[in-house]
C-alpha cells in the first residue's frame, strides 16, 4: 500500500515506486504524521499538481534535495547520483503536469486590469492626463506583491458599481468645459494681496512664519495690523481718540477696515451727533483731506462734512454706504488750503454732524497729505514690483500658502511665471518671566520649565545662498495628494529676485500653492524660536507676484470631446456640454462603433456592438442624446470585454500582444502605433518588436513603468507608512523632500539601468546614483546644492552604490523607531534574491529590538536560533540583515545605535522642527556576519562583493521579476528552462536590464498565453 494520500481526480497520477521508496528511506524519521519539521507531513502530502499550493510544496521538495539542504548531509547516506535519479525523476513528473494544464489553460488566466492601469487606460482613452479615478476603486489583490496576477484580480458587483460610478465621473468630466474657446489672458496676482501668505497679527504674527517686505524694510503696518497696501506717504492722520465730540457715539470694531482701535458710530435715535477733528499741520500749502468711515449699506448716503481751511469752511455731501476708493480705508472729501496766521501754528480742523441726516453716521479718521507728497509717491505698479511677502518656513498643515487669489477659470494647460529672491531673517527674543503667560499662547499648555521668548527686532537681510521652492496646483486651500498636481521646482536666489518660468496642468478652480523645500515646519508643541538658526538666522523666501498665461489650448473642441462625439456639434447644458444630434441612433452607431473599438484594444464583433447598441436605442427613447450615450460609454468601460486582457491558450494573436506589451512598459492601452503595427499584423515582422520596446521605453509613459513596478517589486508605495521618532530621530521630523527624494533616486536609478542598458549587477552596487542636495546632504556628498537631481559619481568606498543601500528601501525596511535585521535580510531575500524563507512557525515569537538599549538585536537573536526549527532559516536571513546595521531607519550611515533609556552619552536639544528631545548614544554597531555557505564578511561593502560573485542569482531574480509583470503569472517549475534561455541570451551583455526586457519580450513565456 502507498505511503502517500495520493488524489485521484484531474491531473492526478500515481508516484512511481523508487521516489516513494526514497522517501520512506531518507525523509519519513523527520517528516511524518508524528514529526513534522517545517511542516511537511508526508504522510498526508498528496500528488495533485493542478493545484497551484500542492505543486509549489513538491517544487519546494525537489529544489531542497537538489541543493543537498535535504536530507541533511550531516545525518543523511544519499548518494549524488540517487540525488540526481530522484531530482530528474521528480522535475519530470511536475514539468509533464504543468505542460498539460498549459495546453488546457494556458500558462496565465485572462486577469483583469488593475485600478491604477484602469485609471490610465481611461486618461489615453479621454485625453485627460490627470484624471484620478484609482483612489475610488477598490484595492486590487496581489502576488508576490504585483497586483498584476490573475488569480488574484477577481471581479465582484462591489467592483462593477464602482467601476460603472467612476467611468460616468470620468465621462462627464470630458465635457466639463466652456461653450467657446477661451481666449488666453495675462493676469498678475501680487503676494501683499494672498490672505494665506501674510499673518495679520496675534499668534501667527507672533511665530514670524511670514513678513511682509518692501525691499528688505519691513512693513509692520501690513504684516501685523491691517490688510491693504501701505504706500506709506507721509501724512497727519487724526483718528476718533483725538477729537471733540457731541452726542452718545458708541465704540464698534465690527468692520475690518478701520484705522485705530476702534471706530465711532451715531446711536440710534440718541443725537444730535457732532465731532470734530483737529490738527497742527507741518508747512504750509495745499492738502488732500482724506476721511475714513469703513463703508456699508446701513450708512447714511448723505453725511454732512465740514472742512476747515485758510479760505474758510466747505461743507460736502459723503455717501458713507459706498467702500472707501483708496486702500479700502480712505475717501478723498477733496484738496484745501492751509496756512498759518501770524506766527501761530498752521491748524486744521474737519466736522460732521447728523444733523438732516437718515441712517448712521461713522466717524474714524481724518488723513491730511500735502501736494508735495502726492506727487512724488511712488505709483501702484512700482511699488507692487518692489514688494514682496517672505515666508520662513515649509507648507505644512495647517499653514499652506500659494497664490489664492488665482483660480484657473478651466481646465487645461497654462504659463506660470513667479519673482521671487531668497531671504534671511534675525529676531531677538525677550525672555518671559515668573509665572506670566507670554500674551498670544494664553491657553497653552505646556512643561513648566519652558520659557516664553517674544519675538523683538526683526532685521531682513538678503540670503546667503539660494532656496529650493516647490510650484504645484490644488482645488484646496488645504491640499491633500488627491488634489495635488506637481508643477515643478525652482531656486530663489539671494540678492535680487528673478522670475521664473514654469508650465502647469491646472484643474479648473486650481491655485498655485508653495512650498519652500529646505525651510523647517514646526510641529505642536513646538515654538517659533526654538527652530533651529542656518547662517545666524532664519531662511526665506521673499514672494514678489506670480503672472499667468492662459489657458493655453492649441486644439478646439477638446480632444476629450472629439473622442466621444467626434464632429457633432454641442451646445452648454444645465451642467456641462451636451452633443446635439439630429439623427440620434444614426449618431449612437456611428461614435459608438469607434469608442468601443478603442476602449477593447482589439477588433469588435457584430455581437459585442449589437449589445451596446441596442442598450443606446433603449435609452434613447428615454432620455437624451448625450445622457443615452455616457451611460452606454459607462456600460463599454464596466464590460469584461474592456476590464480583461482576453487571449485563448497557445500563441497570442497581434492584438494581445500589443495590449501585452503596452500593458508591461506602458501600463495602459496599445498607442496608435502599436495598434496601426496589430492591424496590419506587422508587429511580429522580423525587429519590430525590439523597435516597439525600445520606443516605448523612450515615451515618458515609460515612468509609469518605472514607478508602478518599483512600488510593487520594493515597496516604495509604503515610504510614508512610517514617520521617523522623533525623540531618537529629531532630525528627521517632517523632512518632506528627504523622503521624496529617497524615492526619486530610485527610480530615476532604475531608468538608467534600463535605457543605458547596464548590468543587474547594479542593483546591489555601483559606484554612481542620482542625488539632489538633500539626499546629497543624507549620503555625506558634498558639492550639491538645489532640487534638480544630477548623476553623480560616488566617492570611493561609498556604502550607497545600488539599490539594496538606496535610503528608499532601507526605510521601507524599518519601521521609524528600530532598525530589525530580520525584517531587512527577509527583504533583501526575496525581494532581490529570489529566495523565499519559511514563515516562522506559530508558536514561535517575534524578535523586537530593545529600545531601552538593554540589549543588543545581535544577542536577542542568538538567544532565537537556539531554537532548532528557526535556525536554519536565521543562517540565511540574518547575514543581508546584519550587513544593513549600518544604516539607520532613514537609511543613513551610523556607528552607534541609539535608545531611549541607555547609553554612554545623553543627547537633548531641539530637533529640526522645533520639538525638544532626549535620547543616548547606545553600543556600536556591528555589520559583520557568516553567510549561510560559511563566508565571512566585515561590513556592507565586504557583503556586496560576496554577493556579486554569483551576479546570475541578482540576475535570474529580476528575470523572474519582470517575468511576473510582464505576463500576469509566477514563474513556474516548468517556466526554468526560458528562464535559464534568457539568461544565457543575456549575459554577453553582463546580464544588461534592457537586455533583460528584450529577451524576455521575444521569449515563449511572453508570446504565449
Same mark, same amino acid.
Given at each position: 500500500m502507498s505511503l502517500f494520500n495520493l488524489g485521484s481526480a484531474g491531473l492526478s497520477a500515481k508516484l512511481p515506486e523508487k521516489l516513494e521508496l526514497f522517501?520512506?528511506?531518507?525523509?519519513?524519521?523527520?517528516?511524518?504524521?508524528?514529526?513534522?519539521?517545517?511542516?511537511?507531513?508526508?504522510?498526508?502530502?498528496?500528488?495533485?499538481?493542478?493545484?497551484? &499550493?500542492?505543486?509549489?510544496?513538491?517544487?519546494?521538495?525537489?529544489?531542497?534535495?537538489?541543493?543537498?539542504?535535504?536530507?541533511?548531509?550531516?545525518?543523511?547516506? !544519499?548518494?549524488?547520483? %540517487?540525488?540526481?535519479?530522484? #531530482?530528474?525523476?521528480?522535475?519530470?513528473?511536475?514539468?509533464?503536469?504543468?505542460?498539460?494544464?498549459?495546453?488546457?489553460?494556458?500558462?496565465? !488566466?485572462?486577469?483583469?486590469?488593475? =485600478?491604477?492601469?484602469?485609471?490610465?487606460?481611461?486618461?489615453?482613452?479621454l485625453h485627460d492626463p490627470y484624471l484620478k479615478i484609482a483612489g475610488q476603486l477598490p484595492l486590487d489583490g496581489e502576488v508576490h506583491g504585483f497586483a498584476k496576477v490573475g488569480t488574484a484580480l477577481d471581479v465582484s458587483h462591489v467592483q462593477v458599481d464602482a467601476y460603472l460610478d467612476v467611468a460616468e465621473f470620468a465621462l462627464r468630466r470630458a465635457l466639463d468645459f466652456p461653450e467657446k474657446k477661451p481666449s488666453s489672458t495675462t493676469k498678475r496676482v501680487y503676494a501683499r494681496e494672498q490672505r494665506r501668505m501674510w499673518a495679520p497679527g496675534g499668534n501667527p504674527a507672533w511665530t514670524r512664519f511670514s513678513l511682509a517686505l518692501d525691499g528688505l524694510e519691513i512693513n509692520d503696518e501690513y504684516s501685523f495690523r491691517k490688510l491693504g497696501l501701505n504706500r506709506k506717504i507721509n501724512s497727519v492722520v487724526v483718528d476718533d481718540t483725538d477729537t471733540e465730540r457731541i452726542g452718545p457715539w458708541k465704540k464698534s470694531t465690527r468692520r475690518a477696515n478701520h484705522l485705530g482701535k476702534h471706530y465711532l458710530a451715531t446711536a440710534k435715535n440718541n443725537g444730535p451727533h457732532e465731532i470734530t477733528w483737529k490738527t497742527v499741520l507741518p508747512k504750509p500749502g495745499t492738502y488732500e483731506v482724506r476721511v475714513s468711515f469703513c463703508g456699508g449699506e446701513s450708512l447714511s448716503?448723505?453725511?454732512?462734512? #465740514?472742512?476747515?481751511?485758510?479760505?474758510?469752511? #466747505?461743507?460736502?455731501?459723503?455717501d458713507q454706504s459706498v467702500k472707501p476708493t483708496i486702500d479700502n480705508l480712505w475717501f478723498p472729501l477733496g484738496q484745501f488750503s492751509f496756512d498759518k496766521k501770524e506766527s501761530g501754528p498752521i491748524r486744521a480742523a474737519v466736522s460732521l454732524s447728523d444733523k438732516g441726516t437718515e441712517g448712521y453716521l461713522i466717524a474714524d479718521a481724518v488723513q491730511f497729505v500735502h501736494l508735495d507728497e502726492l506727487e512724488n509717491k511712488r505709483d501702484l505698479s512700482t511699488y507692487l514690483e518692489e514688494s514682496s511677502t517672505a515666508i520662513f518656513r515649509g507648507a505644512y498643515t495647517p499653514f499652506y500658502y500659494g497664490f489664492d487669489d488665482y483660480k484657473a477659470p478651466v481646465r487645461g494647460n497654462y504659463r506660470i511665471r513667479i519673482k521671487a529672491k531668497s531671504v534671511i531673517r534675525q529676531t531677538d527674543y525677550v525672555e518671559w518671566e515668573g509665572d506670566k503667560k507670554p500674551r498670544f499662547y494664553p491657553d497653552l499648555v505646556l512643561d513648566a520649565s519652558r520659557r516664553y521668548p517674544t519675538p523683538v527686532d526683526d532685521r531682513i537681510f538678503p540670503g546667503k545662498r539660494s532656496e529650493p521652492v516647490k510650484v504645484y496646483s490644488s482645488t484646496l486651500y488645504e491640499p491633500?495628494?488627491?488634489? $495635488?498636481?506637481?508643477?515643478?521646482? /525652482?531656486?530663489?536666489?539671494?540678492?535680487?529676485?528673478? !522670475?521664473?518660468?514654469?508650465?502647469?496642468?491646472?484643474?479648473?478652480?486650481?491655485?498655485?500653492?508653495?512650498?519652500?523645500?529646505?525651510?523647517?515646519?514646526?510641529?505642536?508643541?513646538a515654538m517659533p524660536h526654538t527652530i533651529p538658526k542656518t547662517d545666524?538666522?532664519?531662511?526665506?523666501?521673499? /514672494?514678489?507676484? $506670480?503672472?499667468?498665461?492662459?489657458?493655453?489650448?492649441?486644439?478646439?473642441?477638446?480632444?476629450? &470631446?472629439?473622442?466621444?462625439?467626434?464632429?457633432?456639434? /454641442?451646445?452648454?447644458?444645465?451642467?456641462?456640454?451636451?452633443?446635439?444630434? *439630429?439623427?440620434?441612433?444614426?449618431?449612437?452607431?456611428?461614435?459608438?462603433?469607434?469608442?468601443?473599438? =478603442?476602449?477593447?484594444?482589439?477588433?469588435?464583433?457584430?455581437? %459585442?456592438?449589437?449589445?451596446?447598441?441596442?442598450?443606446?436605442?433603449v435609452?434613447? %427613447?428615454?432620455?437624451?442624446?448625450?445622457?443615452? $450615450?455616457?451611460?452606454? /460609454?459607462?456600460?463599454?468601460?464596466?464590460?469584461?470585454?474592456?476590464?480583461?486582457?482576453?487571449?485563448?491558450?497557445?500563441?497570442?494573436?497581434?492584438?494581445?500582444?500589443?495590449?501585452?506589451?503596452?500593458?508591461?512598459?506602458?501600463?495602459?492601452?496599445?498607442?496608435?502605433?502599436?495598434?496601426?503595427?496589430?492591424?496590419?499584423?506587422?508587429?511580429?515582422?522580423?525587429?519590430?518588436?525590439?523597435?516597439?520596446?525600445? =520606443?516605448?521605453?523612450?515615451?515618458?509613459?515609460?515612468?509609469?513603468?518605472?514607478?508602478?513596478?518599483?512600488?510593487?517589486?520594493?515597496?516604495?508605495?509604503e515610504i510614508n507608512d512610517t514617520d521617523p521618532d522623533r525623540e531618537l530621530y529629531p532630525e528627521y521630523a517632517g523632512d518632506w523632500w528627504l523622503v521624496s527624494s529617497m524615492v526619486k533616486e530610485s527610480q530615476l536609478f532604475f531608468a538608467d539601468l534600463i535605457v543605458n542598458n547596464r548590468s543587474a549587477a547594479g542593483l546591489i552596487d555601483s559606484d554612481y546614483t542620482f542625488l539632489d542636495e538633500r539626499l546629497a546632504r543624507h549620503y555625506g556628498v558634498d558639492g550639491l546644492q538645489g532640487p534638480v537631481f544630477k548623476r553623480t559619481k560616488l566617492p570611493s568606498q561609498s556604502p550607497y552604490g545600488g539599490i539594496l543601500t538606496q535610503a528608499s528601501v532601507l526605510k521601507v525596511t524599518a519601521n521609524g523607531t528600530v532598525t530589525s535585521p530580520v525584517l531587512r535580510g527577509v527583504y533583501v531575500l526575496e525581494r532581490l534574491l529570489g529566495y523565499h524563507p519559511s514563515p516562522p512557525p506559530p508558536s514561535v515569537p517575534a524578535v523586537e529590538p530593545d529600545i531601552r538599549g538593554a540589549k543588543t538585536i545581535r544577542e536577542l537573536l542568538a538567544k532565537h536560533r537556539e531554537d532548532p526549527s528557526c535556525a536554519s532559516c536565521h543562517a540565511k536571513i540574518d547575514p543581508p540583515g546584519f550587513a544593513l546595521e549600518s544604516f539607520d531607519v532613514m537609511g543613513r550611515w551610523r556607528d552607534n545605535y541609539r535608545s531611549l533609556g541607555e547609553g554612554s552619552k545623553r543627547i537633548a536639544g531641539l530637533g529640526r522642527s522645533g520639538n525638544e528631545f532626549v535620547h543616548y548614544i547606545g553600543s556600536e554597531v556591528d555589520s559583520s556576519g557568516r553567510m549561510y555557505k560559511g563566508?565571512?564578511?566585515?561590513?556592507?561593502?565586504?557583503?556586496?562583493?560576496?554577493?556579486?560573485?554569483?551576479? *546570475?542569482?541578482?540576475?535570474?531574480?529580476?528575470?523572474?521579476?519582470?517575468?511576473?509583470?510582464?505576463?500576469?503569472?509566477?514563474?513556474?517549475?516548468?517556466?526554468?528552462?526560458?528562464?535559464?534561455?534568457?539568461?544565457?541570451?543575456?549575459?554577453?551583455?553582463? &546580464?544588461?536590464?534592457?537586455?533583460?526586457?528584450?529577451?524576455i519580450v521575444e521569449s515563449p513565456l511572453f508570446l504565449r498565453k
Open positions: 522517501f520512506e528511506n531518507h525523509c519519513m524519521d523527520c517528516h511524518d504524521d508524528e514529526i513534522t519539521e517545517g511542516g511537511l507531513d508526508f504522510l498526508s502530502l498528496t500528488w495533485q499538481p493542478e493545484d497551484s &499550493y500542492n505543486e509549489s510544496i513538491w517544487v519546494k521538495i525537489h529544489d531542497r534535495i537538489k541543493s543537498k539542504e535535504m536530507p541533511p548531509p550531516k545525518k543523511s547516506k !544519499v548518494q549524488d547520483f %540517487e540525488r540526481e535519479e530522484l #531530482t530528474q525523476a521528480l522535475g519530470k513528473m511536475i514539468l509533464e503536469a504543468r505542460e498539460l494544464a498549459y495546453a488546457l489553460n494556458g500558462r496565465s !488566466v485572462s486577469r483583469r486590469i488593475n =485600478r491604477f492601469e484602469y485609471e490610465n487606460v481611461l486618461r489615453d482613452l448716503n448723505a453725511a454732512p462734512y #465740514t472742512v476747515h481751511h485758510a479760505k474758510g469752511n #466747505t461743507r460736502l455731501l459723503i491633500n495628494t488627491q488634489s $495635488m498636481l506637481p508643477i515643478g521646482t /525652482f531656486e530663489a536666489p539671494p540678492g535680487e529676485p528673478q !522670475v521664473f518660468e514654469l508650465n502647469a496642468f491646472m484643474e479648473k478652480g486650481g491655485m498655485v500653492k508653495l512650498d519652500c523645500m529646505r525651510l523647517p515646519s514646526p510641529m505642536v508643541p545666524d538666522g532664519f531662511p526665506g523666501v521673499a /514672494f514678489h507676484w $506670480m503672472e499667468v498665461d492662459g489657458p493655453l489650448i492649441e486644439k478646439w473642441p477638446p480632444p476629450s &470631446y472629439l473622442a466621444l462625439f467626434g464632429d457633432l456639434p /454641442f451646445e452648454k447644458g444645465a451642467k456641462h456640454i451636451v452633443a446635439l444630434s *439630429e439623427n440620434p441612433s444614426e449618431d449612437a452607431a456611428r461614435v459608438l462603433t469607434g469608442f468601443i473599438e =478603442r476602449a477593447y484594444r482589439r477588433p469588435v464583433t457584430e455581437k %459585442e456592438f449589437d449589445r451596446f447598441y441596442q442598450y443606446a436605442q435609452l434613447l %427613447e428615454e432620455t437624451s442624446f448625450t445622457e443615452a $450615450m455616457i451611460a452606454t /460609454f459607462s456600460a463599454v468601460l464596466a464590460s469584461p470585454e474592456f476590464l480583461f486582457q482576453c487571449s485563448q491558450p497557445g500563441k497570442l494573436d497581434d492584438f494581445a500582444l500589443a495590449e501585452r506589451l503596452s500593458f508591461f512598459l506602458g501600463e495602459s492601452m496599445p498607442d496608435e502605433t502599436l495598434s496601426k503595427l496589430a492591424r496590419t499584423g506587422k508587429l511580429r515582422v522580423a525587429g519590430n518588436l525590439k523597435k516597439q520596446v525600445d =520606443r516605448l521605453i523612450d515615451k515618458p509613459e515609460f515612468n509609469r513603468f518605472v514607478q508602478k513596478f518599483l512600488n510593487s517589486w520594493l515597496k516604495l508605495d563566508e565571512a564578511f566585515d561590513g556592507i561593502n565586504e557583503f556586496k562583493k560576496l554577493l556579486l560573485q554569483d551576479k *546570475e542569482v541578482i540576475a535570474r531574480n529580476l528575470v523572474h521579476q519582470l517575468i511576473v509583470y510582464a505576463t500576469g503569472a509566477p514563474v513556474a517549475f516548468s517556466d526554468r528552462d526560458e528562464v535559464t534561455a534568457i539568461l544565457d541570451q543575456t549575459k554577453s551583455s553582463d &546580464y544588461g536590464v534592457r537586455s533583460i526586457i528584450h529577451a
